[in-house]
């Protein structure tokens, strides 16, 4: 059993890439969840230091609690420790062609992300002013999807199987339809990854927490 330290789910895009790598594939976890801006999130930086960061995931091996963070981090833990599980695909250029994917959208797209924080209250609603860069960092990622969706056959990133890429997709997933961004190519795409149970679940969850951080709220 695991136990995964996440954020406010509406809001925290790195959580959600952590908790879709258990939820997504079956596997056994409990969540924590410690809301973002709060003094009990900061007295859990504190105390879990160098661990100051969600997600978390947290186990007990060999009787002693093992904890480690990073999104990339857990794949690759949980990939090891549960190679049957799918979170790569089998195939090995699909399985290279996923871990560029995951790996590209986990540390790039630095602008989409400043000027379009995910959040899973809003919906169609255009920035007034988006920032220089933005439209350009949105066709990139639309073409590193095009490129996976081509090379990979379909229909999700790297093939036949939700993997690691769609979950570290999907925060991205939920900036186009809250922000009404892309060129709408990726539509199907977009409805299969929302559609999917864990990604439905994570939603459900995050839309009926009454908790609102106006950081997010305010972007106009």
Same mark, same amino acid.
């Given at each position: 059993?695991?136990?995964?330290?996440?954020?406010?789910?509406?809001?925290?895009?790195?959580?959600?890439?952590?908790?879709? +790598?258990?939820?997504?594939? *079956?596997?056994?976890?409990?969540?924590?969840?410690?809301?973002?801006?709060?003094?009990?999130?900061?007295? +859990?930086?504190?105390?879990?230091?160098?661990?100051?960061?969600?997600?978390?995931?947290?186990?007990?091996? %060999?009787?002693?609690?093992?904890?480690?963070?990073?999104?990339?981090?857990?794949?690759?833990?949980?990939?090891?420790? #549960?190679? $049957?599980?799918?979170?790569?695909?089998?195939?090995?250029?699909?399985?290279?062609?996923?871990?560029?994917?995951?790996?590209?959208? #986990?540390?790039?797209? *630095?602008?989409?992300?400043? /000027?379009?924080?995910?959040?899973? &209250?809003?919906?169609?609603?255009?920035?007034?002013?988006?920032?220089? *860069?933005?439209?350009?960092?949105?066709?990139?990622?639309?073409?590193?999807?095009?490129? /996976?969706?081509?090379? %990979? *056959?379909?229909?999700?990133?790297? %093939?036949?199987?939700?993997?690691?890429? $769609?979950?570290?997709?999907?925060?991205?997933?939920?900036?186009?339809? %809250?922000?009404?961004?892309?060129?709408?190519? #990726?539509?199907?795409?977009?409805?299969?990854?929302?559609? &999917?149970?864990?990604?439905?679940?994570?939603?459900?969850?995050?839309?009926?927490?009454?908790?609102?951080?106006?950081?997010?709220?305010?972007?106009?």
């Amino acid at each position: 059993m695991y136990t995964i330290t996440i954020g406010d789910k509406a809001y925290s895009s790195w959580s959600m890439r952590g908790w879709l +790598m258990l939820a997504a594939f *079956g596997l056994p976890f409990e969540e924590e969840v410690v809301p973002m801006y709060s003094d009990a999130f900061t007295a +859990m930086a504190k105390a879990r230091a160098p661990a100051r960061s969600v997600p978390q995931l947290t186990w007990v091996e %060999g009787g002693a609690k093992r904890r480690i963070w990073d999104t990339l981090a857990i794949a690759e833990t949980l990939a090891e420790r #549960h190679p $049957d599980a799918g979170l790569w695909p089998e195939a090995s250029a699909k399985r290279r062609l996923a871990r560029v994917l995951a790996a590209q959208m #986990h540390a790039g797209f *630095g602008t989409l992300r400043t /000027a379009a924080p995910m959040n899973l &209250h809003r919906e169609d609603q255009p920035l007034t002013l988006p920032p220089q *860069g933005l439209d350009e960092a949105v066709e990139q990622l639309e073409e590193l999807w095009d490129t /996976a969706l081509n090379e %990979g *056959g379909g229909p999700w990133l790297a %093939g036949p199987r939700f993997t690691v890429a $769609d979950a570290m997709a999907a925060p991205y997933v939920f900036r186009f339809s %809250g922000y009404r961004l892309g060129s709408g190519r #990726h539509a199907n795409y977009m409805d299969r990854l929302t559609s &999917h149970p864990a990604v439905r679940r994570w939603v459900t969850d995050a839309q009926a927490d009454p908790r609102r951080l106006p950081q997010y709220e305010t972007i106009a």
